[in-house]
């Protein structure tokens, strides 16, 4: 089946730091990739949409440069927190879907669990 | 984007088959009905998905009602590694909703001996 990887799987910073996260899929071109954020006890909750070689489409209320997402292969997008702060640690999740269009399902990385100290 | 409606949790005996339904009663004629679990602390795993057709893989059978307002999910043999939170989520072909997925609470599923 479709693999995407997501790396890494854990980071603990500093507040203040800028945290890059890479999604990459491994077996099939990706057209988009989605961000996602979840909270603990939380659901899924989606941040952004990116479709490879254009800017990404953020949901409200998540601030584009605080989160900057670039798709500029269609095997890699890269999710950066700049300057984060306790307030941003979450389990951040990437998914990858073959086609902008038709019915392909999302395959999802193994998310990455990041904490600001 | 149509709202689904599951039950918070349930629970299944190991081997038995776990049924788990799923009201998406305001869906749209090209939304399709998709499935993913997530176990804990992983990235949700895709399932299956229909539109109108029963349909059926090596995971899971996906049963939709004629007027496609239900839907449910069954597991037909379950294991302790079906334990998972159970997400059913409408998803658009394309177009304005370009794919997005909506995940809810989903249904908490707990398999034991």
């Known amino acids: 089946g479709a693999v995407v990887s997501q790396h890494p799987s854990r980071v603990i910073c500093k507040s203040g730091t800028s945290v890059k996260i890479e999604c990459r899929s491994l077996?099939?071109?990706?057209?988009?990739m989605f961000w996602y954020r979840q909270f603990p006890k939380q659901s899924l909750m989606l941040m952004a949409t990116?479709?490879?070689?254009?800017?990404?489409?953020?949901e409200q209320g998540v601030e584009k440069d605080k989160f900057l997402i670039n798709h500029a292969s269609l095997t890699l997008s890269t999710l950066t927190v700049t300057s984060a702060h306790p307030e941003d640690s979450s389990f951040y999740i990437c998914?990858?879907?073959?086609?902008?269009?038709?019915?392909?399902?999302?395959?999802f990385g193994d998310g990455t669990r990041l904490s600001i100290l | 984007d149509a709202k689904t409606t599951q039950p918070t949790s349930m629970d299944c005996a190991e081997g038995r088959a776990a049924n788990l339904p799923c009201n998406h009663s305001t869906i749209s004629g090209n939304e399709y009905v998709y499935w993913y679990r997530q176990i804990h602390s992983q990235g949700p795993q895709y399932i299956i998905h229909?539109?109108?057709n029963n349909e059926t893989n090596e995971m899971a059978s996906l049963i939709i009602t004629e007027d496609r307002k239900s839907s449910t999910l069954i597991l037909p043999h379950a294991t302790l590694r079906d334990t998972a939170v159970y997400y059913c989520?409408?998803?658009?072909?394309?177009?304005?909703?370009?794919?997005?997925?909506?995940f809810g609470q989903g249904t908490i599923l707990t398999v034991h001996p």
């Open positions: 998914s990858a879907r073959g086609s902008f269009w038709g019915n392909q399902p999302q395959h």
């Open positions: 077996d099939f071109q990706a057209t988009t």
């Open positions: 990116s479709n490879e070689g254009s800017k990404a489409t953020y």
């Open positions: 989520l409408p998803q658009g072909a394309g177009g304005t909703s370009y794919g997005k997925l909506t």
């Open positions: 229909g539109l109108k």
